[in-house]
């Protein structure tokens, strides 16, 4: 490698970095406009797709962070979400599995949600 190289690899983090902070940002705005249900159904339907958990702006977000993204959804309930389902709260969305994943995406989608 040569010094330039070595010299711009860090400005190319901090670019791919920004870059998917902007993205997570927009689609966290996004979703936190949308009326609540729609916005946990629309979360819910990302949460389904395994490359977007793998490879979208989320999937380094916590996942008791992304709970958070819709209308009236707060840290506290999502924790204890997280913890009901057994998700540790600095658990990735990358790092969930399929059964973890789906278990939250239908707790998104429920119509009645007792308390968190």
Do not use: C, F, H
Not at 56 to 72: D, I, S
Not at 78 to 83: E, H, I, N, Q, V
Not at 92 to 113: H, I, K, P, S, Y
Request: proline share 5%; hydrophobic share 45%; aromatic share 4%.
């Amino acid at each position: 490698m040569t010094a330039a190289a070595r010299q711009d690899q860090p400005l190319e983090a901090l670019a791919l970095a920004n870059e998917i902070r902007l993205a997570r940002a927009g689609l966290r705005r996004e979703v936190a406009k949308l009326p609540a249900d729609e916005g946990r159904a629309r979360l819910a339907r990302l949460l389904d797709d395994p490359a977007w958990r793998a490879g979208g702006p989320a999937a380094t977000a916590t996942v008791v962070g992304v709970l958070t993204w819709p209308a009236y959804s707060g840290p506290v309930g999502a924790r204890r979400l997280s913890r009901r389902l057994g998700i540790g709260d600095s658990r990735q969305v990358r790092d969930l599995t399929v059964r973890q994943a789906r278990q939250v995406a239908a707790w998104l989608r429920a119509e009645r949600r007792d308390r968190w």
